[in-house]
């Protein structure tokens, strides 16, 4: 049974950093796709960073780059989201996804097959 387990969310002051991780097991993540994605309350679902699980390539939503980065922790098999400057605007439910998709694909969320439970991250101003 796939599981993927998000952690880390909190509530953190403009301009503070916090670290999300997801904890995956239940298959071979090898081929996937590893994502982030967010919703803040009555928006949808919106792309946020995304990592191809063995090549290490790596992808940005626009509003994120240069802020946040995703990474894979091979000792502990995660993939972490460390975000920097945060801002109010980036308050939502973050949400781990992995899916055996193409690249291109990585900020459709329908193309994703497993899916986290959430965690809340909440930047106040």
């Known amino acids: 049974q796939v599981q993927l387990v998000e952690s880390g969310g909190g509530l953190v002051h403009t301009g503070g950093s916090l670290r999300l991780s997801c904890a995956a097991s239940?298959?071979?993540?090898?081929?996937?796709?590893m994502g982030w994605f967010r919703q803040a309350p009555g928006k949808e679902r919106e792309f946020v960073a995304a990592?191809?699980?063995?090549?290490?390539?790596?992808y940005y939503a626009d509003s994120v780059k240069g802020r946040f980065t995703i990474s894979r922790d091979n000792a502990q098999n995660t993939v972490d989201l460390q975000m920097n400057s945060l801002k109010p605007e980036d308050t939502a439910v973050y949400f781990c996804?992995?899916?055996?998709?193409?690249?291109?694909?990585?900020?459709?969320?329908?193309?994703?097959?497993?899916w986290g439970q959430g965690t809340q991250v909440t930047v106040s101003s």
């Open positions: 239940g298959r071979t993540f090898r081929s996937d796709v």
């Open positions: 996804a992995a899916g055996a998709l193409s690249s291109r694909s990585r900020a459709d969320a329908r193309a994703y097959d497993y």
């Open positions: 990592r191809t699980w063995s090549t290490g390539l790596t």
